[in-house]
């Protein structure tokens, strides 16, 4: 698909494989500032593999990735990840920290003086709508939805132009999975972020991304607007993809049609 | 006070002391090796597997032969490298020590690091932590309540195996121990065990204070536990205030029975009244003993002509008194720089004795006779007595075989013997329990057991001080064998004990008469 606007981030020729097997197979992807893209496969498709190389998590083999016109391989790993947010369904705060230290611990790595932090960490609960009185919490004692929405704050806090997210909202109920995915795209738009979201749910790719790029087999098979998607013919695993929440919608409208 | 407790603590600050110091540096050096070993082992299954294997393997060796090997071993490395390490007392026994606390540490270490949550981690990662940022700030706060119970653990076993320390010539609560069961001065023993219990109990509640202020992040704990166990290892490294004079201090070996403490503190008691400062090495082990006095790591101690004859020169003949001190007086002075100044005035020899009423019915009055009877009879020996070379000598020339041989502590041996456990033992000729006991020592006609005259052995350091060896020729020829009989009695008995230091005192009053 073709970007428009300007180009924050370009991935070309990516390719990964663990002990003989491929699993990124000459991926590229390229990415306008401002646009939030859902990365959408079943298991095992590679999504989460392309997601960790932008920010070195994981070491491609071979390929390109260019972040805003720097080649990720000219920065230091450590360095490279404190300008990326990076949220996982793992979530995994520090339990041995209050909620305000983990959401202040990438300014307190790049030496933010502590004043600084604390006037931070109050602005960050605020715009993932947790009370101010979260700050001196102990990390272990929230529930699922709350850690993920510090665990966001966290990502947010040293205002980094771009987010990944891998599975986000994955391990969470339905109905706070829905609150906090769209509390997350009002930010992505008042912030003004670049996101890349992976998700193996197409329908919630549908609805909160402004472009899905469908991986199968280590190879995006679709790139297109969410519109586009569903209005155009699609290889049969894509296909497959977008039945789910086709069915749904169907179902649910026979329901309520029956009623 | 019990003039026994009266001793025992009296004794006790300096052995406290120097307990504390000896298990502090042990389990200090076993956390500083063993924590950077658990983090190597942790990150590599290479590094992991050898590393736990050897550690479990230190721990299946007992401390007491763990701490004797260090001895030669250090010997030789000296040797070797040709820079003059102790090898004798602290490093030995440090070194042996911390080995032994690396287990627990090293392996509490890998759980802590293999135990840490996975998303943790990658969350320190994504959050662009350096290798060394995510250890400081999440791995070791994360793993530190593991890692500390490790800790603990290593400070039980470090405590209660430096009692052992003991035996390679470093001062620790276990002199009490080893003394107090030589001497069946059960009060020494008492006060020895109930010491080393009580550091080991309050160091472990002191590190359960730091572990709960790490755990629940609780600042006060942490202060407290860490200031109260850093208060204690600094009291006791502040030094003893002896009032010695300047100058070397002069170490006085002993090896571990009754006699050896009593003549220890004969030799003590002379050097300080001749103003020279002195510290005792006790419950040394024969050979370790004689080693110690070659190396220079202590200079002067009590042995007998047989034991240096057969395990210090090798040799299996059985030559004549005279002639046998008149050739270790030289080869000594020849091979190590050791001067034998003379005879005490007394032997203490192997000999097998029995009950007189048993060796009556027998009809055994010679090793000989009990050649022939040996072979339905029970043999009750020292530690020591059936892996030395007389052993071997006097079961060779008269082919003795025994029923059942069974090694004991001497205090042990003598109470088998008594209550019928054993019918023959090999006794040492100047210990006083063979008169109370009425036990008859069986004559040698084949001279297979060597002569044991008491030699005063002093270092090649100490045999050029005149003064030194002025204050203990007053010695040579002084003390018999019914006195020392009657001073080792003194200290065996059950009742009316007496103290080492009391028999001593006792030994030297008609002394240069």
Not at chain 2, 409 to 431: E, H, K, Q
């Amino acid at each position: 698909m073709d970007v428009s606007g300007d180009l924050f981030l370009e991935l070309s020729g990516i390719r990964k494989s663990y002990g003989g097997h491929l699993v990124l197979d000459g991926v590229g992807l390229a990415v306008a500032r401002g646009s939030f893209v859902a990365l959408v496969g079943r298991s095992g498709s590679g999504k989460t593999t392309l997601l960790k190389s932008i920010n070195r998590l994981i070491e491609v083999d071979s390929g390109s990735i260019v972040l805003d016109g720097t080649d990720v391989q000219a920065i230091p790993p450590a360095e490279l990840r404190r300008r990326i947010g990076y949220v996982f369904q793992g979530i995994g705060l520090f339990p041995h920290m209050s909620v305000a230290e983990n959401i202040a611990i990438v300014l307190r790595l790049s030496g933010t003086p502590a004043d600084e932090r604390v006037a931070r960490v109050r602005e960050l609960l605020r715009l993932v709508d947790l009370p101010e009185d979260f700050a001196d919490r102990n990390a272990r004692l929230l529930s699922g939805g709350q850690a993920q929405r510090v665990g966001l704050a966290r990502a947010l806090a040293a205002r980094s132009p771009l987010m990944l997210m891998d599975e986000p909202f994955g391990a969470l109920d339905p109905v706070t999975r829905d609150e906090l995915g769209r509390a997350y795209r009002s930010l992505h738009e008042t912030l003004g972020l670049t996101t890349i979201m992976v998700t193996h749910d197409m329908s919630e790719a549908l609805l909160l991304a402004d472009r899905i790029a469908v991986l199968v087999d280590g190879r995006i098979l679709a790139d297109a607007e969410p519109r586009a998607l569903l209005e155009h013919e699609q290889p049969a695993a894509v296909r497959a993809l977008l039945e789910v929440p086709r069915h749904q919608a169907e179902r649910l409208a026979a329901l309520q049609g029956r009623r | 006070m019990n003039p026994a407790l009266a001793d025992a603590m009296a004794a006790l600050p300096a052995l406290l002391r120097a307990h504390v110091v000896i298990s502090g540096a042990a389990l200090a050096i076993g956390v500083l090796v063993g924590f950077p070993l658990a983090l190597w082992a942790a990150a590599s299954r290479r590094v992991r597997v050898p590393v736990l294997a050897f550690a479990g393997l230190v721990q299946t060796v007992p401390a007491l032969a763990l701490l004797a090997l260090f001895y030669p071993m250090l010997l030789v490395v000296r040797q070797a490298v040709g820079v003059p390490l102790p090898a004798l007392g602290f490093l030995p026994a440090l070194i042996a020590l911390s080995l032994y606390a690396l287990l627990p540490i090293v392996r509490n270490g890998v759980v802590a690091q293999q135990s840490l949550d996975p998303a943790v981690i990658e969350a320190a990662d994504g959050a662009g932590m350096t290798r060394r940022q995510r250890l400081l700030l999440v791995e070791l706060p994360l793993g530190a309540p593991v890692m500390l119970a490790g800790i603990r653990t290593a400070a039980v076993w470090t405590i209660g195996a430096a009692t052992l320390a003991t035996t390679v010539g470093q001062p620790s609560l276990g002199n009490l121990i080893f003394s107090g069961l030589q001497t069946e001065d059960w009060i020494r023993v008492l006060v020895g065990c109930v010491a080393s219990a009580a550091l080991a109990l309050i160091v472990d509640a002191l590190l359960a204070l730091i572990e709960a202020g790490v755990a629940r992040r609780s600042r006060w704990r942490l202060w407290v536990g860490l200031g109260l166990l850093v208060a204690g290892i600094g009291t006791a490294l502040v030094p003893a205030q002896s009032g010695n004079g300047p100058g070397r201090t002069i170490v006085i070996g002993a090896k571990n029975f009754s006699e050896q403490y009593i003549l220890a503190d004969v030799i003590d008691t002379r050097l300080r009244a001749a103003g020279f400062a002195t510290e005792q090495r006790q419950d040394l082990g024969s050979a370790v003993a004689y080693r110690a006095l070659a190396a220079g790591d202590i200079d002067v101690y009590v042995d007998y002509t047989g034991t240096l004859w057969a395990n210090v020169l090798g040799r299996k003949d059985t030559p004549p008194a005279a002639a046998m001190k008149a050739e270790l007086t030289r080869q000594l002075e020849a091979r190590d720089g050791v001067r034998l100044l003379g005879g005490l005035g007394f032997e203490n020899a192997y000999a097998l004795a029995m009950r007189r009423q048993r060796a009556a019915a027998l009809g055994v009055a010679s090793i000989a006779d009990l050649a022939k009877v040996a072979p339905r009879l029970k043999l009750a020996t020292d530690i020591e007595f059936l892996s030395r070379p007389e052993w071997r000598s006097v079961a060779d020339a008269y082919g003795l075989r025994f029923a059942e041989q069974r090694a004991y502590n001497p205090t042990f041996m003598y109470r088998a013997i008594v209550d019928g456990s054993a019918d023959v033992l090999s006794a040492f000729s100047s210990d006083g329990r063979i008169r109370s006991l009425d036990l008859v020592t069986l004559s040698d006609p084949k001279g297979a057991l060597p002569n044991y005259d008491a030699v005063l052995l002093v270092s090649r350091r100490a045999a050029q001080d005149p003064a030194l060896v002025g204050a203990l020729r007053p010695l040579l020829g002084a003390i018999g064998v019914d006195r020392m009989r009657e001073a080792n009695l003194m200290v065996d008995r059950d009742t009316d004990k007496r103290t080492p230091g009391e028999a001593a005192a006792w030994l030297m009053q008609p002394a240069g008469r």
